[in-house]
């Protein structure tokens, strides 16, 4: 059997905490950044966590 293998673009957008949840980063960060407020600008820096309903999907894909 061949070695399974990550997906990479999974691994380059997840990673997990102590706790075995998931962090992730918000989108709509990269660009178009004038239209949209200061406060909406901050708090899309903070990273989130993956919802429960995603979990098990970025797990596969994660190998995890």
Known sequence: MPK????SGAKKRFS???????KRKH???SH???KK???QKRNLTQTGLVSS???DRV???LNI
């Open 59 to 61: 797990k596969l894909m």
């Open 37 to 39: 407020t200061t406060k």
């Open 16 to 22: 997990l905490t102590g706790t075995g949840k998931i």
């Open 53 to 55: 309903a995603d979990t």
């Open 27 to 29: 989108a709509f960060k």
């Open 32 to 34: 178009i950044l004038t």
């Open 4 to 7: 399974v293998k990550t997906k």
